[in-house]
């Protein structure tokens, strides 16, 4: 079996000489390309090559989430065929690796290795649905190109929180759940529509949400980790359906303090609920508009500012060893 791995050299949680050494220990079972990424978007060019080749039948991504998004994002630029595609394995080198851990893997990179191995040797597989996201036509967004993503997405505060922890990372912070949560406080102190969102969510043949603060779409669950502490916001999502939404219309300091700390003491059954929550479960196809432009996130990757974005669930995108 031919095969590319992909090396993040940034990875958070792996060092050079591991990141070697799990090199090694692939090498020995397959024919092994390794490829070590060099610029923003380079495994996603990776991907896209491997997609079009005609030999490669698996693509390792060994790096965190970001990683992950780029290689799925070049895997799928022409479409997803899952017969067709080569298969992915994901080896966890990020911070948190929430599409590794949402699949069963151990977030430890030697340990999920030594997994992907057996798996590869017991042909074990899945096909997972995933997420797209495009600016939505007939908008100011219309000319957004489409990008695929694995576990999560979402417009407004997240989104927010996320563009801060990446500039704090730019000025060499380190990436660590203290560094979000003080961007958290910072960003619910400047969030100016806390109280009267400006984001309204359409889907086909049912009553629009309207003035949601917060919009978090998820593809699995859990949404996120907190180090080994799994995050719900959507428990009933799952790469096996559609795409999960929850909306907050009111980001008041007590709405805060009770919908974080239903977040913090989410679990499989029941996650953040209440009047000013809206959980939809299973959706196909929907529009976030907002009245103002505001922060979009994808995979936990800050996209920038928009005002539209049209969501697809596709079941079935891609087949990935687990």
Wanted: charged share 20%; aromatic share 4%.
């Amino acid at each position: 079996m031919r095969a590319l791995l992909v090396v993040n050299p940034a990875a958070t949680t792996t060092s050079a000489r591991t990141r070697d050494v799990l090199t090694h220990a692939l090498a020995s079972e397959m024919k092994l390309e390794a490829v070590t990424t060099e610029y923003r978007g380079h495994a996603r060019d990776l991907g896209r090559q491997a997609a079009e080749s005609k030999d490669i039948e698996l693509v390792v991504a060994l790096g965190g989430d970001g990683t992950v998004n780029e290689v799925v994002n070049g895997l799928l630029h022409n479409g997803p065929d899952p017969d067709r595609l080569p298969r992915l394995a994901v080896v966890p080198g990020g911070s948190t690796n929430v599409f590794a851990r949402a699949l069963g893997l151990p977030n430890d990179a030697v340990e999920a290795t030594g997994a992907l191995l057996d798996a590869l040797r017991e042909n074990r597989e899945r096909t997972v649905g995933l997420g797209v996201a495009r600016g939505t036509p007939g908008t100011e967004d219309e000319s957004v190109p489409e990008r695929w993503f694995t576990f999560c997405a979402g417009l407004g505060f997240d989104a927010g929180v996320i563009g801060r922890v990446e500039q704090q990372r730019e000025r060499g912070r380190k990436s660590t759940h203290s560094l979000y949560l003080r961007q958290v406080v910072r960003q619910f102190l400047g969030e100016a529509n806390r109280r009267h969102g400006t984001i309204t969510l359409e889907q086909p043949g049912a009553d629009p949400v309207t003035d949601l603060v917060l919009s978090i779409v998820c593809n699995t669950s859990p949404w996120t980790y907190l180090g080994n502490r799994p995050v719900y916001a959507s428990p009933k999502a799952s790469f096996d359906t559609g795409l999960d939404v929850l909306g907050l219309s009111r980001m008041s300091t007590g709405a805060v303090a009770r919908y974080g700390t239903q977040l913090l003491t989410s679990s499989p059954e029941r996650g953040p609920h209440g009047r000013h929550a809206t959980s939809l479960h299973d959706l196909t196809d929907f529009t976030l508009h907002s009245k103002v432009p505001l922060p979009l996130q994808m995979d936990g990757d800050h996209l920038g500012l928009r005002t539209s974005v049209t969501f697809t669930g596709v079941r079935r995108a891609l087949r990935v060893i687990v």
